[in-house]
């Protein structure tokens, strides 16, 4: 086999698993089709050594460093099917190029679907967000929304309280007595009409317009998008998925192997909540686990 561990996904989760199968003197194969979930922030944060940084320019580095060893070999472009043989996995290529290897990860993420409100998509990652984690501390004591998608929205209008004063909007959806009562205990205000657009200059956001003509002025607006997975070939290898609190979740086990013998699955795709940080480390347990079992078998 050309390849000991093909890795589809080169962000944070695949070029750590990459990183450490490296340093592991194993041939890999990173494929990537250079659109991390990341990519609409300008900054990520809560990363140790790189809190602030370009979600882009942290990959660079990465990427560059993991370049240097001479192991490793890198592809662009997407993956569009994938199988299991008895020797391993192989993994095709849109362009009819085929990668086989031994053991395999996946670590291509999620594709986030966002709620079809004007003016919405375009401030992504930057004034409409999802993680107070990540995006908190720069709105800290201005007045934040959160948009009611689910249940566990009362739970993120909550906590996204802690950063600053903090409406719900409920845009036409209904509250339970218990929900009203624990966002009370918060300090979390509830507004009830629905939501006609979202306004502000470029990507900055100024305020919430609701469809009976008034405008609350906010800074910034959390939203937890529906997800799916980015790449078809997890279900055409067989893997189980579970539903998870805001999409698909691949099953994996402590050593993050799929339902998949040999397969394993690391990043966004694999766990909830989501971080770089939860990200990388899950991509090193996947690279090391991958290791162990090139080398004892498994």
């Given amino acids: 086999m050309p390849h000991d561990a093909v890795i589809v996904g080169g962000a944070f989760a695949g070029l750590a698993a990459a990183t450490y199968l490296a340093r592991a003197r194993r041939r890999v194969c990173v494929i990537d089709a250079g659109q991390p979930r990341n990519r609409f922030a300008a900054a990520s944060h809560g990363f140790l050594g790189s809190d602030g940084s370009e979600p882009a320019s942290i990959l660079a580095r990465a990427r560059a460093q993991l370049a240097a060893y001479p192991s490793v070999t890198f592809v662009e472009g997407e993956a569009s099917g994938a199988s299991v043989h008895a020797d391993g996995f192989t993994v095709s290529l849109a362009n009819g190029e085929e990668i086989t290897a031994r053991?395999?990860?996946?670590?291509?993420?999620?594709?986030?679907?966002?709620p079809s409100i004007p003016g919405l998509q375009e401030r992504w990652g930057r004034t409409v967000l999802h993680c107070p984690y990540c995006h908190g501390f720069?709105?800290?004591d201005r007045p934040l929304g959160v948009l009611f998608r689910t249940p566990m929205s009362v739970h993120q209008a909550c906590l996204v309280a802690e950063w600053g004063p903090t409406t719900l909007f409920l845009n036409g959806a209904a509250l339970d007595s218990g929900s009203a009562e624990r966002l009370a205990r918060h300090g979390v205000?509830?507004?009830?009409?629905?939501?006609a657009r979202l306004i502000g200059e470029g990507s900055a956001l100024s305020g919430v317009a609701l469809e009976e003509g008034r405008v609350r002025a906010l800074a910034a607006l959390y939203v937890a998008p529906q997800s799916c997975l980015a790449s078809p070939i997890a279900g055409q290898l067989g893997v189980a998925i579970d539903d998870g609190p805001v999409g698909p979740i691949i099953r994996t086990d402590g050593d993050r192997m799929t339902?998949?013998?040999?397969?394993?699955?690391?990043g966004d795709i694999a766990r909830a909540p989501?971080?770089?940080?939860?990200?990388?480390?899950?991509?090193?347990t996947a690279g090391t686990s991958l290791h162990r079992a090139l080398v004892f078998g498994g």
């Fill in 274 to 284: 989501h971080s770089v940080s939860w990200a990388v480390a899950d991509g090193v």
């Fill in 189 to 195: 205000t509830v507004e009830h009409g629905k939501v």
């Fill in 103 to 114: 053991k395999a990860i996946l670590a291509f993420g999620l594709r986030d679907e966002l």
């Fill in 259 to 266: 339902s998949v013998p040999g397969l394993y699955a690391a």
């Fill in 138 to 140: 720069e709105f800290s």
